[in-house]
Nanobody, 123 residues
Framework: VQLVESGGGLVQAGGSLRLSCAASGRTFSSYAVGWFRQAPGKEREFVIAISWNGDRIYYADSVKGRFTISRDNAKNTVYLQMNSLKPEDTAVYYC?????????????????WGQGTQVTVSS
């Protein structure tokens, strides 16, 4: 499975962005997908994740009420909608896929990773 993120960019605080994670491979629809982010000098951190069929979603406290995740398995794509963006949301955002049935919030549980997309929020 190969993952490709897109949709990053520069936005003012309070604005919105939608990231996409497009996957190759017909088994992607059976994988949980998570989004992580990494700011300069910091460790990669969990943001949000969705189960293979969308019935479970987990959020980091820092994004609850602002970020949502959805997936279109027919298009092999997962979306991250980010609203009310803050400067502290600035980071490289990565999507990742987990072959197991669980929905993990730690990096070590994910099997496939994209190359990342930069999100910069100006104050």
């Amino acid at each position: 499975v190969q993952l490709v993120e897109s949709g990053g960019g520069l936005v003012q605080a309070g604005g919105s962005l939608r990231l996409s994670c497009a996957a190759s491979g017909r088994t992607f629809s059976s994988y949980a997908v998570g989004w992580f982010r990494q700011a300069p000098g910091k460790e990669r951190e969990f943001v949000i994740a969705i189960s293979w069929n969308g019935d479970r979603i987990y959020y980091a406290d820092s994004v609850k009420g602002r970020f949502t995740i959805s997936r279109d398995n027919a298009k092999n794509t997962v979306y991250l909608q980010m609203n009310s963006l803050k400067p502290e949301d600035t980071a490289v955002y990565y999507c990742a896929a987990d072959r197991t049935l669980g929905v993990a919030t730690v990096t070590g549980e994910y099997d496939y990773w994209g190359q990342g997309t930069q999100v910069t929020v100006s104050s």
